[in-house]
């Protein structure tokens, strides 16, 4: 079955504490994504990445990293979480190309830095 | 400025009827792509229907369309006969750039929130 999956599915942590996001696709898609979600502000471009060790900043990097060094694995970095990173995250994925080439989503990662 | 506008915060509908969602998007590339994106309260985001700034038709799914006005920059989605699973936040999504060869990031509204009534 295609998919994104994204590990942990929900994470309560403390500001400073370092964690990471996993995501993986199964789809041998080249594009990847990171979002937040935050309430009336929609989904927001954390990072992104074209292909292996590509990758660039969206609209919201600040205190987050990527990488990308294989081509399913896409993971998110916190180096040091603050309150204002608590938020739902999402990893998506596509293939390069035009037209509704639809970005697929992992369920999305709740997170809340206390 | 907002380049993806959802004017209704919130919306309700009785079951059977149907529903409009306004989404209204800003852009001066001449290629894009305009998503309707479903979330409900279980949280994944599943994708409803997409429309080419150069399709001649508006896009239909089953029961959803999309009503494409391009002069007026508008996409609203159109939910036939409600049903009670319809309950959910929508989102509109624009791409542009399409077939620029680089990547094209999905820009969102802020989202309808939908409740369908029995």
């Known amino acids: 079955e295609a998919q994104v999956t994204q590990n942990p599915r929900y994470l309560i942590t403390v500001t400073g504490k370092k964690l990471t996001v996993t995501c993986s696709q199964n789809?041998?898609?080249?594009?990847m994504s990171w979002y937040r979600q935050d309430p009336g502000l929609g989904l927001r471009q954390i990072y992104y990445?074209?292909?292996?060790?590509?990758?660039d900043k969206g609209d919201v990097p600040e205190g987050y990293k990527v990488s990308r060094k294989e081509k399913r694995n896409f993971p998110l970095i916190l180096e040091s979480p603050s309150p204002n990173q608590t938020s739902l995250y999402f990893c998506?994925?596509?293939?390069?190309?035009?037209?509704?080439?639809?970005?697929?989503f992992g369920p999305g990662t709740r997170l809340t830095v206390t | 400025a907002q380049k993806i506008t959802q004017t209704q915060p919130g919306m309700f509908v009785q079951e059977k009827e149907a529903v409009t969602l306004d989404c209204t998007y800003d852009?001066?590339?001449?290629?894009?792509?305009l998503f309707w994106y479903k979330q409900p309260s279980s949280g994944e985001m599943i994708f409803l229907i997409y429309?080419?700034?150069?399709?001649?038709q508006n896009a239909t799914e089953g029961r959803y369309s999309l009503n494409f006005q391009k002069a007026r920059k508008s996409a609203n989605l159109v939910i036939s006969a409600s049903q009670l699973g319809d309950s959910a936040m929508y989102f509109c999504?624009?791409?542009?750039?399409?077939?620029?060869?680089?990547?094209?990031?999905?820009?969102f509204g802020a989202g309808t929130r939908l409740a369908v009534h029995p």
């Open positions: 998506a994925s596509s293939s390069p190309g035009q037209g509704a080439s639809e970005q697929y």
């Open positions: 999504a624009m791409r542009e750039g399409l077939g620029s060869g680089g990547y094209n990031k999905l820009i």
């Open positions: 789809m041998n898609h080249e594009y």
């Open positions: 990445s074209m292909n292996v060790e590509v990758t």
């Open positions: 852009t001066s590339d001449p290629s894009y792509g």
């Open positions: 429309q080419g700034s150069y399709d001649q």
